[in-house]
């Protein structure tokens, strides 16, 4: 435990350190190569409750994400969103495969984390590229876990952060995500995208830092306390 007569110091230091680690986080989240990473902007006409379908070769949001192959559906205000008001789903209309594809400006020979929330009630495969190559540790398949709620986010709690890393070998590169769903008599036909972040570096969670910035912290006090008793 400090000593009462030195907690006066040593919380402004730790305190400070804490600042520190959280405000790196931030940059990091605020670093996102990513246009409409939750797809807020697209199909800016679309009513709530709106599910509407574009096929290859239309953007859905006048732009940032294209459609390069399949149908893509863009969910609006459904049960079927994690966050906002929108989120899309691959296999809105069939069973695949259907991609969309963002091209992001990006620096070679540096390293890419690459997350994205995820859910599908339906048996499926799934991949990420970047620049034409698989992502190493993106996943094969969407966690099936459903979509019980009927009101809007009521199934954010469904969702699954995915993260991977990859490493960018030109100055534009497309993100692709696709998809292939394998519909059951008992299964539902979506899988569900939302919140996608592309950031330069490995980017650890923000709870991961903040213990990370705390741990530092307190060994550091501790050594400052340790010399401060010696002297």
């Known amino acids: 435990m400090i000593p009462s007569k030195n907690r006066t110091w040593a919380r402004p230091i730790l305190l400070g350190l804490i600042a520190f680690g959280l405000s790196r986080a931030a940059e990091a989240r605020a670093g996102n190569l990513v246009q409409d990473p939750g797809f807020e902007s697209a199909d800016p006409t679309a009513l709530p409750g709106d599910s509407n379908l574009f096929t290859s070769g239309m953007s859905i949001d006048g732009g940032s994400w294209n459609v390069t192959q399949g149908t893509v559906g863009v969910d609006t205000l459904t049960s079927f969103i994690f966050d906002g008001s929108k989120s899309i789903v ?36 799934f991949s990420v590229t970047f620049g034409g190559a698989t992502v190493p540790g993106a996943p094969t398949s969407i966690a099936q876990n459903g979509f019980p709620g009927l009101d809007p986010l009521s199934n954010s709690s469904f969702f699954q952060l995915y993260t991977a890393t990859a490493t960018a070998t030109s100055i534009s590169t497309d993100l692709t995500f696709t998809t292939t769903a394998f519909p059951t008599a008992t299964s539902g036909v979506t899988v569900e995208l939302d919140n996608v972040s592309v950031i330069a570096g490995s980017v650890p969670e923000p709870a991961s830092s903040a213990l990370a910035v705390i741990g530092a912290a307190t060994v550091a006090g501790g050594a400052i306390l340790r010399r401060k008793r010696i002297a």
């Not at 069973?95 to 599908?120: C, E, H, K, R, V």
Request: glycine share 8%.
């Open 90 to 125: 691959l296999d809105g209309d069939n069973s695949g495969p259907d991609s969309i594809t963002q091209t992001l400006a990006t620096t070679p020979g540096q390293l890419y984390t690459i997350s994205f929330w995820a859910n599908a009630d339906v048996p499926n495969s």
